[in-house]
């Protein structure tokens, strides 16, 4: 499998900022922003993206939008999560590349104007050699026991209830279920991956043959009991 990550730089509404060190943290102050044509604040280098292990594993894809607080001399003196891809793991990728960028200095006017808030977006995408049509594992839900009051989310893009990363084994086994933070109840996530854990699927094909796969799941309790 090829990594191929795309960098999207978005040159976005710059806020000016004061910084000051306290206490070895960054004190922030943001007047409102003033008229003129602002340019500037888009990353000139970028360390290669470190692709954490665990997101290669399940093949977390996703885009994080960052905020930088970028100065006269084109260092990042702050950055923050502005936009989530919606992966914690990503998320901390993106915020500590951003931390070792360089940026064009911002101006307005053609003037700088000290350090500003710059929005960029980095994209995490996968590409697969050779055949890219690898089936995802297909749920066989008269398979699943376990927990009663728990419903299966058509979508587990969207929706609310516990959201669950997982393998699946080439005997279409689910393994390594991890809990995506949710702000659900720890009864509601254990009794959720216990469901997940009864259940057999079908397992990814690669050429006619089983293969291991990874795949996404939501519960939420069933309101109609």
């Given at each position: ?8 730089l ?23 922003p003033?008229?003129g ?10 360390p290669?993206p ?6 290669l ?10 905020e930088v607080?970028?100065?006269?001399d084109g260092?990042?003196y ?10 914690d793991?990503?998320?901390e ?16 006017d ?5 350090a500003?808030?710059?929005?960029v977006?980095?994209?995490?995408t996968l590409e ?10 297909v ?5 699943c ?13 969207s ?7 997982f393998?699946v ?13 949710d702000?659900?109840s720890t009864?509601l996530q254990?009794?959720?991956?216990r ?5 057999k ?8 043959a089983?293969?291991?796969g990874?795949a996404f799941?939501?519960?939420?309790a069933?309101?109609?009991r």
């Open positions: 499998m090829n990594m191929k990550s795309i960098l999207a978005a040159l976005a509404l710059f806020i000016p900022a004061a910084v000051h060190a306290q206490n070895q943290e960054i004190v922030v102050q943001q007047p409102p003033l008229p044509k602002y340019a500037g604040g888009t990353p000139v280098s970028c290669q470190a692709w954490p292990r665990e997101a594993r399940y093949e977390l894809e996703g885009t994080t939008t960052t607080l970028v100065g006269d260092k990042p702050g950055q923050r999560v502005y936009k989530s891809s919606g992966w793991i990503l998320d990728a993106t915020l500590s590349m951003m931390a070792s960028c360089r940026f064009i200095p911002i101006t307005r053609g003037q700088p104007v000290g500003h808030w710059s929005k977006a980095f994209k995490w697969q050699e050779g055949n890219p049509s690898v089936s995802r594992p749920l066989i839900r008269e398979s026991a376990g927990a009663e009051g728990l419903v299966l989310v058509d979508n587990p893009a929706g609310r209830g516990v959201l669950l990363r393998l084994s080439p005997e279409g086994k689910p393994f390594g279920i991890k809990v995506v933070k702000g659900t009864e254990e009794a959720a991956v469901k997940l854990e009864s259940c699927f079908l397992p990814s094909v690669n050429r006619g089983p293969v291991p990874n799941a939501r519960y939420q069933d309101l109609s």
